[in-house]
């Protein structure tokens, strides 16, 4: 049987280079190298965070649509208060024989969260009061106040439950030379029932990373199925490639895609001058040369329409045309000049790859309009400005604001805005929470240390006749349901 070799399969898959002609394997090329996929960081890499949602499953996951599913809780609810979680958790025998108790679960949860202090996750799960078992099988999740992208935070990899006796899956793995072979759990190891065709039904799933040009060939050539991990730097080794063999798939994804001013000195040490560069960069022009539909861009930090979102933060400078942003720039840059006997001249890091080429381009022009010389830095270190490319994890305004708290990335942050994120943590009632983040983008935002562009670009490539993969607003795939497992 072809589940009782994992490793001659992986040996076998790789030097026969025919992922598309492969019976029952889904073969999955991730752009990036070994440790974009293989990281242990308590933030896990995009890449990482496949690798783990598929061994490690937490009360919840997410399926390919991005919607929240039962993992190891079966059922839910929430008070009508908003403050309580209750899940009642499968009933299944762990890899060592014994019982999966709520017990269990919970304690290993509340010593998961405590090894997020300092991070960002850490901030997003500020509103955690409690986690206590119930019973024998039902655990309680308390809120200091309602979140309503709670579930969406609990559905995180790196929530997921790591148990003395073994990884509760979904999916288990053999690993081999930087290549992953996954097979999904049987239904009765998961606390399901039996399912007697499963072996026919259901697919392997190989994942090894390649460097993006490597990887756009290998899909072009048929050799892997899927291509995972593309972001805006990457897209026209997608654009250019053999699109009959298969569809590029972009994310519709919220998050952050901007110029973090990481040196504020010299020309960028005054907020106004930062917002000089802000003004003058042509937003929808970036996203035209790259054939990229809906995607206009954005000068706000916080993406608009989020739950709770008061209306009070709009898109700025709408009363003045590009023509006119550019003019009141290059005013700033000339006061420069004049006190400063030369233009000022700024570099900025990008990732490497075509799209980043593109990018550059066009802010160079941009900035040379005002009288700025843009360069290209080799290293993010040397660096005046550095792009910031990251996804939600959940739908809310507090993400997006403790992105840029100052325990984790100053100097681009505000002590003031932090102040205000803290205040909305026990704020009375949900206007009062609004209003408190709306004033923390706002004063965020006045100090000019980010500069946004839009929202982060993420793309895939999905042979005809895939299944289990859907675009999401989180850009992420997991790996479970490319194995069509029914249940």
Request: glycine share 8%; aromatic share 6%.
């Amino acid at each position: 049987m072809r589940r009782a070799l994992l490793l001659p399969l992986i040996a076998a898959s790789l030097a026969s280079c025919s992922g598309a002609d492969d019976d029952g394997l889904v073969e999955i090329a991730y752009l990036g190298d070994a440790a974009s996929l293989y990281s242990a960081d308590r933030e896990l890499s995009e890449g990482a965070a496949l690798m783990r949602s598929a061994q490690r499953q937490g009360l919840v996951r997410f399926n390919e649509q991005g919607e929240v599913v039962p993992a190891l809780a079966e059922r839910w609810i929430i008070t009508d208060d908003g403050t309580s979680y209750i899940f009642r958790i499968r009933e299944f025998d762990l890899p060592d024989g014994s019982r999966l108790t709520a017990r269990a679960v919970a304690e290993e949860l509340g010593r998961t969260l405590s090894r997020f202090d300092g991070t960002s996750l850490g901030l997003d799960l500020e509103k955690v009061l409690d986690i206590r078992a119930m019973t024998g099988r039902v655990i309680e999740i308390r809120l200091r106040r309602p979140m309503p992208g709670f579930l969406s935070l609990l559905a995180q990899p790196e929530l997921g439950i790591a148990l003395r006796e073994g990884d509760v899956g979904p999916m288990k793995a053999q690993i081999a030379d930087g290549t992953a072979l996954f097979e999904a759990l049987r239904p009765e190891e998961r606390g399901l029932s039996e399912q007697d065709d499963w072996d026919e039904l259901v697919n392997t799933v190989l994942i090894r990373p390649l460097a993006p040009r490597d990887a756009a060939r290998a899909f072009a050539q048929g050799e892997v199925d899927v291509l995972l991990g593309g972001r805006l730097e990457t897209l026209p080794l997608a654009i250019t490639g053999a699109l009959s063999r298969g569809t590029v798939r972009l994310d519709s994804a919220i998050g952050l895609y901007g110029l973090d001013v990481a040196k504020p000195e010299g020309f960028l040490a005054s907020a106004p001058n930062r917002e000089a560069l802000a003004m003058a960069i042509d937003r929808p022009t970036l996203a035209q040369q790259f054939n990229l539909g809906g995607w206009a861009g954005s000068s706000r930090i916080v993406a608009a329409g989020l739950p709770g979102d008061d209306g009070t933060v709009t898109e700025r400078w709408q009363d003045l045309s590009l023509e006119q942003r550019r003019a009141r720039a290059s005013a700033a840059v000339e006061r420069w000049r004049d006190a400063n006997g030369a233009g000022p001249q700024l570099s900025v890091y990008l990732p490497r790859g075509p799209g980043s080429t593109y990018i550059f381009r066009a802010l160079e022009r941009d900035m040379a309009l005002i009288g700025i010389r843009l360069a290209r830095a080799q290293s993010a270190p040397d660096a005046d400005l550095r792009l910031r490319d990251s996804v939600a994890r959940y739908p809310g305004a507090r993400w997006f604001l403790n992105q840029f708290n100052c325990e984790i990335s100053a100097p681009v942050c505000s002590a003031d805005a932090d102040f205000l994120v803290q205040l909305s943590l026990d704020a009375a009632n949900p206007a009062e929470e609004a209003s408190y983040l709306s004033e923390a983008e706002q004063t965020l935002t006045a100090t000019n240390l980010y500069i946004p562009l839009g929202s982060p670009i993420r793309w895939s490539q999905v042979r005809a006749g895939v299944e289990g993969f859907s675009e999401n607003a989180y850009a992420f795939h997991p790996l479970f349901p490319l194995s069509r497992a029914p249940i």
